[in-house]
């Protein structure tokens, strides 16, 4: 692939903005300077630097991010940051778009792509991945909560119950829940028309991908990583 175009397609700008960064010196192709902008170069396996930082080429990219509260999942938030903010220019240049939403103050797993088949594909009520929540409770556990959400719960403006794919007590305030799919403000509403309420909520993880366990890199709030082709599988993904 040329490079001005190469370096475009990461989200380094327009081609002309590419063409003058390689002209003027700013770039590097696997370790060598390169100002041709025209010069051609198998993407495999290709590393470029721009303004010090060192990129692997990727024709796409997957991102997890912890998401902190007090945050939007949107480009042009209302009350709060964006979410997008939280991660480098270029990866959102070239459009990395998260998979689903969390509310701005919900906390925890989420996921970001520039590729519209994995975006689709998890989120679409088919592959019924499953999203797995934890929720501090307003009001003490009441023994029956499980069982109401696992039966169904039925919300406004929707035609059916939504059943939990599990739920347990974690201790007198708290609870894990389990579903998959992916409705506005889902967990909230189930768990206030099952008698309760949510009074703060995290996404522990999505699939078998998780902040929890070892199959991401510890993630503090605010950090992100990308994902390779063994996190995509735990989430049922293959290119
Ligand atoms: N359910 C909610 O109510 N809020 C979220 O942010 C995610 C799921």
């Known amino acids: 692939m040329q490079l001005e175009r190469l370096l475009q397609s990461q989200g380094f700008g327009s081609r002309k903005v ?8 700013d770039v590097r ?6 100002r041709d902008p025209q010069a051609d170069f198998d993407t495999a396996a290709l590393t470029f630097e721009i303004d010090g930082d060192v990129w692997a080429y990727a024709e796409h990219v997957y991102l997890a991010l912890h998401k902190p509260a007090g945050f939007e ?6 009350h ?6 939280l991660l480098p220019p270029p990866l959102v240049r070239r459009g990395a778009q998260s998979v689903g939403r969390l509310d701005a103050d919900t906390t925890g797993l989420l996921l970001f792509s520039d590729d519209g088949r994995f ?6 009520p088919k592959r019924r991945v499953a999203k797995h929540y934890r929720a501090a409770l307003k009001h003490p556990f009441d023994e029956a909560l499980p069982g109401k959400l696992l039966a169904g719960v039925l919300l406004t403006d ?14 007198t305030r708290t609870l894990a829940l389990s579903i998959d799919q992916g409705k506005y403000h889902q967990v ?3 768990v206030a028309a099952a008698g309760n309420r949510v009074e703060a909520l995290h996404r522990t993880g999505f699939g078998a991908l998780s902040l929890e366990n070892s199959s991401l890199p510890p993630l503090a709030p605010g950090d992100w990583c990308y994902l390779d082709k063994n996190h995509l599988a735990l989430l049922g993904y293959r290119h």
């Open 29 to 34: 192709v696997n370790g060598a300077a390169c």
């Open 158 to 171: 929707e035609p059916a119950p939504l059943a939990a794919l599990a739920a347990q007590q974690l201790d």
């Open 119 to 124: 975006i689709h594909a998890l989120a679409s």
């Open 188 to 190: 909230k509403r189930m």
């Open 18 to 25: 590419c063409r003058q960064r390689i002209e003027a010196g």
């Open 73 to 78: 999942c949107t480009h042009q938030p209302q």
């Open 80 to 85: 709060h940051r964006s979410v997008y903010t």
